[in-house]
């Protein structure tokens, strides 16, 4: 069983940056791959990133997070995060850490392990 807790959501001006955390414990935090997604009121959970697991650390992104968003694990502390810069109104929405993907990374239905969320909110 694997435990995810998201923090460092807020409020943030839109072109401003926010970090967020993803705890973990349980399983083997260096050989699984941790993805974040957002879900905005009315919306469907969307993909942002992913890192994959093991020596490769490959980096993952939605073409609408690119080069502004930067994902990271620090496989010591078993933590993941998410680096979020030039943060648009359109960024607004809770953000979760997912875990256990099998199959399709891009698609939160095959994850088995989630966070509680944690709340972005961009002013412009």
């Known amino acids: 069983q694997v435990h995810l807790a998201e923090s460092g959501g807020g409020l943030v001006q839109a072109g401003g940056s926010l970090s967020l955390s993803c705890a973990t414990s349980?399983?083997?935090?260096?050989?699984?791959?941790v993805a974040w997604f957002r879900q905005a009121p009315g919306k469907e959970r969307e993909f942002v990133a992913a890192?994959?697991?093991?020596?490769?650390?490959?980096?993952y992104y939605a073409d609408s997070v690119k080069g502004r968003f930067t994902i990271s694990r620090d496989n010591a502390e078993n933590t993941g995060y998410l680096q979020m810069n030039s943060l648009k109104a359109e960024d607004t929405a809770v953000y979760f850490c997912?875990?256990?993907?099998?199959?399709?990374?891009?698609?939160?239905?095959?994850?088995?392990?989630w966070g509680q969320g944690t709340q972005v909110t961009v002013s412009s």
């Open positions: 349980g399983g083997t935090f260096s050989s699984y791959l």
């Open positions: 890192i994959s697991g093991g020596a490769g650390m490959n980096q």
């Open positions: 997912a875990a256990g993907a099998r199959g399709n990374m891009r698609m939160w239905s095959r994850y088995e392990y």
